[in-house]
């Protein structure tokens, strides 16, 4: 039997293993504090957001699979892209599971609500989409449906703009989380616009963390100029200095920056391990093959 742990061989995958041992953890937590009445005094409420939240946080880490994979040249990234994003459907079904038991099961009413309250749909719309990425998700069906297969997981991408959408919505003002998130996933849509030839070119991320930086505190301006009464262009002005403390824009530069530094390290390293290996067999004394193989010799 084929196990999410192990390849077609039957060898373990340890990076595999240790990432789905990883991703029910925070479920697990939320689960045990809810027991050991940590979560206020509206658990069911709080447990909603704390698994919702975490759908999106996965979703985002599935979608930054692949540039990752590309930028620190780490292909057994791609073997937990999967699990990853079937992790997201996961807890954003949970996340609508806990919705229905807050209304006490009433499913009707349930459906009612999705229907009539903009942000339930945006969120269910996502978790259909989510779901169709699930089913076609298997071996069998990416031999079935060909080419078609690509373009439907493109669809990740917009179902990413809607998570993040029922994100804000549910936030109210305190869009701090948010903006950080949409910044880094502006961040990565970026990135996909480059050519091909440029994706890894260390020239291009100084530039996209500023560019992500700025559409950071863009969202966050017209989140604040649209959906609250804060005047956002007080929000804006706080993006300029640290006197009121860091920003989500000021995160989002900093991650994507360090992710750079990252990228850079990385590729110095491999540079170095090939330069030793290189020097290696340069240093290698040049042996004639009769004494270098004397038990072929005596054959």
Do not use: C
């Not at 045990?32 to 709080?46: D, I, K, N, Y």
């Not at 994003?85 to 009707?108: D, K």
């Not at 604040?224 to 007080?234: C, E, G, K, S």
């Amino acid at each position: 039997m084929i196990v999410p742990w192990r390849d077609r061989r039957g060898r373990l995958l340890p990076f595999k293993a240790a990432v789905l041992a990883a991703v029910p953890i925070p479920g697990i937590l939320t689960a045990f504090w809810w027991t050991q009445s940590e979560l206020g005094a509206r658990p069911v409420t709080e447990a909603i957001h704390e698994i919702g939240l975490w759908a999106v946080r996965f979703l985002m880490i599935a979608l930054a699979v692949t540039p990752l994979r590309a930028a620190l040249d780490w292909g057994k990234l791609l073997l937990v892209r999967r699990m990853l994003g079937l992790t997201a459907l996961a807890y954003a079904s949970i996340h609508l599971t806990l919705y229905a038991v807050q209304q006490n099961g009433r499913l009707l009413f349930v459906a009612s609500e999705i229907v009539h309250r903009f942000y339930l749909t945006i969120g269910f719309v996502t978790l259909l989409g989510l779901i169709a990425l699930g089913v076609t998700s298997t071996d069998a069906a990416i031999r079935r449906m060909g080419r078609g297969w690509k373009r439907l997981h493109r669809l990740a991408y917009p179902l990413g703009v809607l998570a993040l959408l029922h994100y804000f919505i549910q936030s109210k003002a305190k869009v701090s989380e948010p903006v950080f998130v949409a910044g880094l996933f502006v961040w990565m849509m970026l990135w996909r616009l480059l050519p091909a030839s440029w994706q890894r070119s260390l020239l291009v991320y100084l530039p996209l963390s500023v560019l992500s930086g700025l559409a950071a505190a863009g969202i966050e301006f017209g989140w604040y100029a649209v959906t609250t009464h804060i005047d956002p262009w007080r929000v804006l002005a706080a993006n300029e200095t640290l006197r009121y403390g860091l920003r989500p824009a000021h995160y989002v530069v900093m991650t994507t920056f360090g992710l750079a530094l990252v990228i850079a390290g990385r590729r110095l390293w491999v540079w170095r391990q090939r330069f030793v290996q290189l020097r290696g067999r340069q240093d290698r004394p040049n042996v004639p093959h009769e004494v270098a193989s004397p038990v072929r010799s005596l054959r």
